[in-house]
T-cell receptor, first 113, second 113 residues
Framework: DSGVTQTPKHLITATGQRVTLRCSPRSGDLSVYWYQQSLDQGLQFLIQYYNGEERAKGNILERFSAQQFPDLHSELNLSSLELGDSALYFC????????????FGPGTRLTVL | DAKTTQPPSMDCAEGRAANLPCNHSTISGNEYVYWYRQIHSQGPQYIIHGLKNNETNEMASLIITEDRKSSTLILPHATLRDTAVYYCIVRSRTTSGTYKYIFGTGTRLKVLA
C-alpha cells in the first residue's frame, strides 16, 4: 500500500460525457502527478500540481483539466469523452527534493463506450 | 527531455540474476536514473535510483556506466513475483523547477519456473 488513494476504482461511461477522478496523496506529500496508461502503452505524464499550483504539463488534452485543493487532494476532470480516452489513470504523489520518489495509487480504470 | 531505450522483453530463470539494461545516452549531468516496475495493471512501484555511483538496496542493484549513458538494473535472485514490466526513467527538471518522469515502454520481464 503506497498511501495514495484513488476513487473510483472503475468507471464506465458513454462518449460525450464528463467524469471526475479523485486522488488523495500520501500524508505530507505536496506534489501530485497524473498519468494516463492506454492499453499496452507506457505511462504518459499528464500534469503535476504542487501545493495547489500547476507546476508542469505533459501530454494533457484540452478536454482534460485538473486541480489540487487546499487539503492537497486532486481531481482530474475529463470532458467530451471519446472512445480513445479509455485507459488507466494513475495518480502519484511525492515530496519535492533531490530524490523525489513518486508513490503511485492503484489507478482508476475508465471505460468509454 | 532525456529518453531511454530498453529491450521490449526478457526471460530469466527463477533463482538466477536478472540483468535489465537501459540506454540513456542523452542524459544530462544532473539528471537521475530511476527504476520502477509495474505488476499487471497495478500502480508502478519504485525500485531504486542513482546519479553517478552504483546503488544497492533490499530489492535490487543499479549499475551506472562511468559516462552515464547506460545503466543496468540487477535483481540478484529473481522470483516468480518479479515478473513485471520494468521502466527505466530519467528524471527531468521542468521549467518551473520541479521534476517529472518520462516513462518509456519498459522491459517485460518474465521469470520462468
Amino acid at each position: 500500500d503506497s498511501g495514495v488513494t484513488q476513487t473510483p476504482k472503475h468507471l464506465i461511461t458513454a462518449t460525450g460525457q464528463r467524469v471526475t477522478l479523485r486522488c488523495s496523496p500520501r500524508s505530507g506529500d505536496l506534489s501530485v502527478y497524473w498519468y494516463q496508461q492506454s492499453l499496452d502503452q507506457g505511462l504518459q505524464f499528464l500534469i503535476q500540481y504542487y501545493n495547489g499550483e500547476e507546476r508542469a504539463k505533459g501530454n494533457i488534452l484540452e478536454r482534460f483539466s485538473a486541480q489540487q485543493f487546499p487539503d492537497l487532494h486532486s481531481e482530474l476532470n475529463l470532458s467530451s469523452l471519446e472512445l480513445g480516452d479509455s485507459a488507466l489513470y494513475f495518480c502519484a504523489s511525492s515530496v519535492e527534493g533531490t530524490s523525489n520518489e513518486q508513490f503511485f495509487g492503484p489507478g482508476t480504470r475508465l471505460t468509454v463506450l | 527531455d532525456a529518453k531511454t531505450t530498453q529491450p521490449p522483453s526478457m526471460d530469466c530463470a527463477e533463482g538466477r540474476a536478472a540483468n535489465l539494461p537501459c540506454n540513456h545516452s542523452t542524459i544530462s549531468g544532473n539528471e537521475y536514473v530511476y527504476w520502477y516496475r509495474q505488476i499487471h495493471s497495478q500502480g508502478p512501484q519504485y525500485i531504486i535510483h542513482g546519479l553517478k555511483n552504483n546503488e544497492t538496496n533490499e530489492m535490487a542493484s543499479l549499475i551506472i556506466t562511468e559516462d552515464r549513458k547506460s545503466s543496468t538494473l540487477i535483481l540478484p535472485h529473481a522470483t516468480l513475483r518479479d515478473t513485471a514490466v520494468y521502466y527505466c526513467i530519467v528524471r527531468s527538471r521542468t521549467t518551473s523547477g520541479t521534476y517529472k518522469y518520462i516513462f518509456g515502454t519498459g522491459t517485460r520481464l518474465k521469470v520462468l519456473a
